[in-house]
């Protein structure tokens, strides 16, 4: 059975800064979605990380489809009175066109969708991301799918013998969509040196060349590029089919132990550790750490199970520590240096207006 999974996510409004939407505003989208998805959806789980709220839905209408895009749409706009009612910050801070033209991709959502043949078997994760952008997954795709240190289903299973085919986005351009195909294993160093630039190379799909199948899709959204200015951070979601033809779940899952330093934080403009954190969680030390949640499922002919915390497992308390000692450390060095975004990324910011009069005050001596 053909089947497409649909996640739509945006930051509509929150509690106390950018902490996370209020329990009403999250029930508003999910009986938005209940009631606009009765003839469209088979399934759905709406939940947030930090101050995003991410609708994940499963149908059969293909991907891009105008109807799932309103539905999302119209339930963001709801949700937003609600936001605006409570008084939440930033109601409404992701829709950032007036007018719905058929889909959301340059509206300012964020979303990622696959169709795909459901496996007898279908496991999959659901991957949300607060405080940071779409790079911060090139490091744990590229290990997952990439390395045998971390991935022994690269040397142990023939199924994965073929490797794979990544889709690479040049998210600075703005004229349309620049990509670039690259194989593994054979262009391994060729992927390496565009992943090593997160902020402007971006993994946008991952595809099996042993069986043809798609194994991950994710957000590529940048909105500065939407709005022209910082508005927010973009906050990529992402899925990944897993096992089989795919990495199994504990090596998708491996790579986050390492807590790399992404771009995101206070105010969109810092270098701090991505955090694993369980589903539903909150921000709280410097609008960060960055943090990102997965929930893992089966699915039957587009039915979903409940969802499975996997980052709620004790072993990632032990990673959190680690990690928020090295978010502190690096908070000590404040401003300085690798603590903050190079000028390009800060470009959006109000810092430009004040490098430019000071650019005006120097003087060449004698
Ligand atoms: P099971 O034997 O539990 O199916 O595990 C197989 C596997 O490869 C896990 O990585
Ligand atoms: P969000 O993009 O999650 O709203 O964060 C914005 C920010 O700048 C926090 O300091
Ligand atoms: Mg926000
Ligand atoms: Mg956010």
Not at 11 to 18: K, N
Not at 43 to 65: E, F, K, N, P, W
Request: hydrophobic share 40%.
């Amino acid at each position: 059975m053909k089947i497409t999974l649909s996640v739509i996510k945006a930051d509509i409004g929150s509690i106390g800064g950018h902490i996370r939407p209020s329990h009403r505003l999250v029930e508003t989208v999910k009986s938005c979605v209940e009631r606009g998805g009765k003839d469209l959806l088979i399934d759905h789980y709406v939940s947030y990380t930090g101050d995003d709220i991410a609708i994940l839905m499963t149908h059969q209408r293909g991907v891009g489809d105008d109807e799932i895009h309103r539905l999302a749409w119209n339930a963001f706009l709801e949700g937003t009175e609600v936001a605006r009612e409570q008084g939440l910050y930033g109601a409404g801070q992701d829709l950032l066109k007036d007018a719905f033209s058929g889909n959301v991709r340059g509206m300012g959502p964020a979303v990622t969708e696959m169709e795909f043949d459901e496996r007898p078997g279908e496991p999959f994760l659901f991957f949300a991301a607060d405080k940071t952008d779409p790079g911060a997954y090139n490091l744990p795709l590229y290990e997952a799918f990439c390395d045998p240190m971390n991935t022994p289903g690269l040397m142990l299973s023939p199924e994965m013998a073929g490797g794979f085919r990544f889709t690479v986005m040049d998210v600075n351009c703005t004229e349309g969509d620049r990509v670039i195909e690259l194989v593994t294993p054979e262009e391994i160093y060729d992927l390496a040196a565009l992943l090593r630039n997160p902020e402007r190379f971006v993994v946008e799909a991952v595809w099996s060349r042993e069986t043809g199948e798609q194994a991950a899709c994710l957000s590529t959204s940048r909105l500065h590029n939407i709005a022209g200015k910082y508005t927010g951070k973009d906050d990529p979601v992402m899925l990944v089919r897993v096992q089989k033809a795919f990495p199994a779940t504990g090596e998708v899952l491996a790579p986050y132990a390492v807590g790399p330093y992404v771009a995101g934080a206070m105010r969109g403009s810092h270098n701090m550790p991505l955090m694993p954190i369980g589903l539903n969680g909150d921000i709280s030390y410097f609008d960060g750490p960055p943090v990102v949640s997965c929930a893992a499922f089966a699915i039957q002919n587009g039915k979903l199970t409940e969802a499975v915390d996997v980052f709620g497992h004790p072993f990632w308390q032990h990673i959190r520590q680690k990690i928020a000692e090295k978010a502190v450390d690096m908070r000590r060095q404040g401003f300085f240096g690798a603590a903050m975004l190079p000028r390009e990324e800060l470009e959006y910011t109000g810092i430009m207006e004040k490098l430019d009069r000071l650019d005006r005050r120097f003087q060449l001596r004698g």
